[in-house]
């Protein structure tokens, strides 16, 4: 048996969620509305672990949480002891030092951790994260955009965004999800887990079938789409010789 709640995200309607590692869903001890930085979106259960979150381990049984027997003891009998959890949520205040820490690292690379966060002073950057995500202020050719940072124990490790639907441009390059992990975080499963959650987050938005790119060069990128379910669709290729994998990848999960 799996985990099976409802999400609340507040403006874009409701999802199911299915995926066994989410512990936390938008309940009604954080669901001010989206353009509230810092609110908890969703924790997600460390993959591999066996167990909940305190926060949501409920040593009485499956009740409304939905706990399944097998995670509630060991075989020993044993409550195991309880793990942090990968938690997705909206950027707040405090997270400064660490977005721009990782956006040097990403850059780097060449990705864009954070869009628009050189240009802008913090708090404009969370004021237009805010506004993206409602739909607010949206600048031509600019869809409205979910952009959560996933932390563990506080700190940020990577970061996922959801497109709440595409344009042409995205059609052909950057689909309805980007996500990325820094670098000394990586090979962990995270990124596996904040793709799950992000297709939640679409569906949420009411997306039933995401698009979802990478380069076709991006081993990590792809393997991680096709562990979410992602079917190729087809690779694109630019007239600068470069190569896109397109992934269809369910949003809803049975
Ligand atoms: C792509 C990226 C997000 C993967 O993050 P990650 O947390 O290391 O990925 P995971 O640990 O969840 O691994 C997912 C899958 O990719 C595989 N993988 C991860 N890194 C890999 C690598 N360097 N080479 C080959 N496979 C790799 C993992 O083995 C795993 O597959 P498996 O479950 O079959 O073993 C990360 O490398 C990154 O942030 N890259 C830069 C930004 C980027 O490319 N974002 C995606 C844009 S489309």
């Not at 628009?116 to 202020?137: I, S, V, Y």
């Not at 997306?207 to 979410?228: F, G, M, P, Q, Y």
């Amino acid at each position: 048996m799996r985990a099976v709640r409802v999400v609340r995200v507040s403006g874009i309607g409701h999802s199911f969620v299915r995926d066994p590692r989410i512990d936390i869903v938008i309940g009604p001890d954080s669901a001010p509305a989206l353009t509230h930085p810092g609110t908890p979106l969703k924790r997600l259960r460390r993959p591999g672990a066996h167990f909940r979150h305190p926060a949501t381990f409920d040593t009485q049984g499956a009740g409304v949480r939905g706990v399944p027997p097998s995670v509630r003891r060991r075989q020993d009998g044993r409550v195991p002891e309880p793990q942090p959890a990968l938690v997705l949520r909206r950027p707040a205040p405090a997270d400064e030092a660490q977005v721009r820490g990782a956006a040097r690292e990403l850059a780097a690379e060449g990705f864009d951790f954070a869009p628009l966060l050189d240009d802008l002073a913090w708090p404009d950057w969370l004021a237009t994260m805010a506004d993206r995500e409602a739909g607010l202020h949206l600048p031509e050719g600019i869809v409205p955009e979910t952009f959560v940072l996933a932390t563990l124990d506080g700190v940020v490790v990577g970061r996922g965004s959801v497109r709440h639907r595409l344009t042409p441009a995205l059609e052909r390059l950057g689909g309805h999800v980007g996500y990325a992990v820094r670098p000394g975080h990586r090979r962990r499963g995270y990124a596996t887990v904040i793709l799950r959650g992000c297709l939640d987050l679409a569906a949420a938005a009411g997306v039933h079938a995401a698009l979802v790119t990478c380069a076709d060069t991006n081993t990590a990128s792809a393997r991680t789409i096709e562990r979410a379910g992602g079917v190729l669709r087809d690779v694109l290729v630019d007239s600068d010789g470069r190569a896109t994998r397109r992934y269809d990848v369910p949003t809803a999960r049975a």
